[in-house]
């Protein structure tokens, strides 16, 4: 069973930048890739970002792309996502989640909510 636990989230005004945070444990971090997804008010849930198990490969969504950034540390079993130049659109709970199996999802955290003011 593996906990994840998200961390970062705030209140900031458009154009401004936060460093979520996803702690892991419970489980091998380095045998998950890991993934952001977000979920605004009266929205489906979608993807933002994706990484490989090592880190060496990162894939982000096109309306983050050039703005947010996917990164991982192994030692700490911890994944983020730096977000800039951040957009009201940007409002949500984000939540990360593990992946052993290209596009299916076994573990979730609790979420941490993002709001952009404009």
């Known amino acids: 069973q593996v906990q994840l636990v998200e961390s970062g989230g705030g209140l900031v005004q458009a154009g401004g930048s936060l460093r979520l945070s996803c702690a892991a444990s419970?489980?091998?971090?380095?045998?998950?890739?890991m993934a952001w997804f977000r979920q605004a008010p009266g929205k489906e849930r979608e993807f933002v970002a994706g990484?490989?198990?090592?880190?060496?490969?990162?894939h982000v969504s096109d309306y983050v792309k050039g703005r947010f950034t996917i990164s991982r540390d192994n030692a700490k079993n911890t994944v983020f996502l730096q977000m800039n130049g951040l957009k009201p659109e940007d409002t949500a709970v984000y939540y990360c989640?593990?992946?052993?199996?290209?596009?299916?999802?076994?573990?979730w955290g609790q979420g941490t909510q993002v709001t952009v003011s404009s």
């Open positions: 419970g489980g091998l971090f380095n045998t998950y890739a």
């Open positions: 990484i490989s198990r090592s880190g060496g490969s990162t």
């Open positions: 989640a593990t992946s052993r199996v290209l596009g299916e999802y076994e573990y």
